[in-house]
């Protein structure tokens, strides 16, 4: 398809190639048996940048296996509440760690050589692809997490929280930049010119090409294209270079060379945006290679990127609780692999879908096993334990099913269904049905471990002194053994909260360093457990005179194993 899109380009008038770009936001998301990484927000967790630029490698290779040069990412937004649907897709609250996940970009795009200029753009070669640094700016700080709405902060504000992830990716040589939706103190972004020319393109000196969000100039009033030749001159005039237009193309282009020849438009800002689109193109060698590279075929879903996928998995994984009564005597976590019967419960246990979260296959997401490729929980759990381990599964089981069966532990994978962007927004942040069931009448009557599924903290207090270990496995994407990776201790937890966990959607928003601060788990908060082999190594290597009692439950874990 691409293909015959480009030879269209290259037989027109110039042959100037085109630029084709995707949403390619945790991997490339919209092409079948591709590699799915974790949202961003689980990546937050990881807090390890070098793992997210090998994401960004491996996702540029398998976009540039589909012939595609352009990927419409990262997204840097700062999310400040939580019931913003788009939440997910921004690394943390804190700008420290977006900041820090800007790495992404090298690994897209390519190390910018020694001495390069600051703000011009970089791609090294083939294999590499465009980046976009989006939406600027302050998408992530509209009232009440309402997307595409207003950001309320004053200058300082919105430079010193929203805007140093963008000063970074700069820096690394990003490509390009798409305008956010929302407003600042009630100018919308995309007709913003102090911001867009003035600060982006003047202040932090970027010379690659700004492009407007899906519709964005539409949506300069309200209703959307009520005044459409005023947007035209509205978001040009601001600084933007280059317009998504899904449709109405034509009215655009004529609108445009209206606004031009009666110099409405000076014709130096086509020349400045022609310059800076073809830097681009230029830059990435799309004149000398217009054309898919098909020996990268085999990228796509490739065995490495789903050990890559797998290892950010685990490194996402926030261990929240691990013991009934929260000190942690008795520690849940690791499970033993060797037991006569395990209950696996709820709707997020086998479902691909719910697992990878929206922006997946489909915009929205969507429900089942059957749009790609991938390991569920339930199938990463069955290849996981013991071969005479009995494993049950049922998705919402009542509970006499539980209490008349003799399960040695139930693990319960619950949380939101897949959204995207506004129909992601949301003012109660509870847990989809039949979740808050199925953890009372699984977790009454058998010890139980509950994974939560989701793009954010959800409404989990009232559940959680029944809960004997409570995991945050945010959108982990395809690899679903990841998560039993720490569950039965192959590997440690190690992820720590990229958000505040709330208690009440009532304290929101509450970001860290608030007056009002008062999370059920900070941000930062992540109990970190040792694998088996860790703890095989430390209590042996502790020598055994003295410790008799150690020795035996060492021995005793590895029987289990």
Not at 473 to 495: N, R
Request: charged fraction near 20%.
């Amino acid at each position: 398809m691409i293909n015959e899109f480009q030879k269209g380009a290259l037989a027109s008038r110039l042959g100037i190639p085109m630029i084709y770009g995707i949403d390619a936001v945790h991997g490339h998301n919209n092409v079948y048996n591709a590699t799915i990484f974790p949202h961003n927000v689980g990546l937050g967790a990881t807090r390890d940048p070098e793992l997210v630029r090998r994401i960004g490698s491996a996702t540029a290779l398998e976009a540039r296996a589909t012939g595609i040069p352009y990927v419409f990412a990262p997204c840097i937004a700062v999310c400040r509440d939580p019931r913003w649907g788009r939440c997910y897709e921004s690394y943390s609250e804190d700008h420290k760690i977006v900041q820090e996940m800007t790495e992404i970009i090298p690994g897209l795009q390519g190390d910018i050589p020694a001495n390069s200029r600051k703000g011009v753009p970089y791609v090294g070669g083939n294999k590499k692809v465009a980046a976009c640094a989006k939406h600027f700016v302050g998408d992530g700080g509209t009232t009440r997490g309402i997307n595409e709405n207003n950001t309320v902060v004053d200058r300082h504000e919105l430079l010193s929280i929203h805007m140093p992830a963008y000063s970074d990716s700069i820096i690394k040589g990003v490509a390009t930049v798409m305008i956010s939706y929302s407003s600042w103190n009630g100018e919308k972004m995309h007709a913003n010119r102090d911001l867009v020319t003035g600060f982006l393109k003047g202040t932090l000196k970027f010379k690659g090409f700004v492009i407007s969000d899906w519709e964005g100039v539409d949506r300069i009033t309200s209703p959307p294209h009520a005044n459409y030749s005023y947007s035209v001159q509205a978001s040009i005039l601001a600084g933007l270079d280059m317009i998504m237009i899904p449709f109405k193309y034509i009215e655009f282009i004529d609108d445009l060379i209206s606004l031009v020849k009666n110099n409405v438009v000076p014709m130096d800002r086509i020349d400045d945006a022609v310059g800076r689109i073809l830097l681009v193109k230029f830059t990435m060698g799309l004149f000398e290679n217009p054309l898919a590279d098909l020996s990268l075929v085999n990228e796509l879903g490739s065995q490495a990127h789903r050990d890559l996928a797998r290892e950010a998995v685990r490194k996402s994984l926030v261990l929240l609780k691990n013991g009934k009564n929260g000190t942690n005597p008795n520690p849940v976590i690791p499970l033993p692999k060797k037991v006569s019967k395990i209950l696996v419960a709820g709707s997020h246990a086998d479902n691909l879908g719910y697992q990878c979260g929206g922006w997946t296959m489909e915009w929205q997401g969507f429900s089942g096993n059957n749009y790609t490729r991938g390991t569920t929980i339930l199938s990463a759990i069955k290849s996981t334990v013991d071969s005479s381990t009995e494993i049950i599964y049922r998705e919402n089981p009542d509970g006499n099913f539980v209490k008349s069966n003799n399960f040695a532990y139930a693990i319960v994978v619950v949380g939101e269904h897949p959204y995207a962007e506004t129909s992601g927004d949301s003012m109660n942040l509870t847990m989809a049905e039949p979740g808050p069931s199925v953890i009372s009448n699984v977790c009454e009557s058998v010890k139980c471990i509950v994974i939560i599924i989701s793009g954010r903290p959800i409404v989990i207090e009232p559940y959680i002194s029944s809960i004997d270990a409570l995991v945050a496995a945010w959108l982990p994407g395809t690899e679903g053994q990841g998560i039993t990776d720490v569950l039965f201790g192959d590997h440690g937890f190690s992820g720590k909260l990229p958000r505040t966990w709330f208690r009440t959607v009532d304290q929101l928003p509450m970001n860290f360093g608030d007056t009002h601060y008062d999370p059920l788990f900070p941000l930062g908060f992540g109990i970190e457990t040792e694998s088996i082999k860790e703890l095989v190594t430390r209590s042996t290597s502790d020598g055994v005179i003295g410790r008799p009692c150690i020795l035996v439950l060492v021995l005793a874990l590895i029987l289990s194993l």
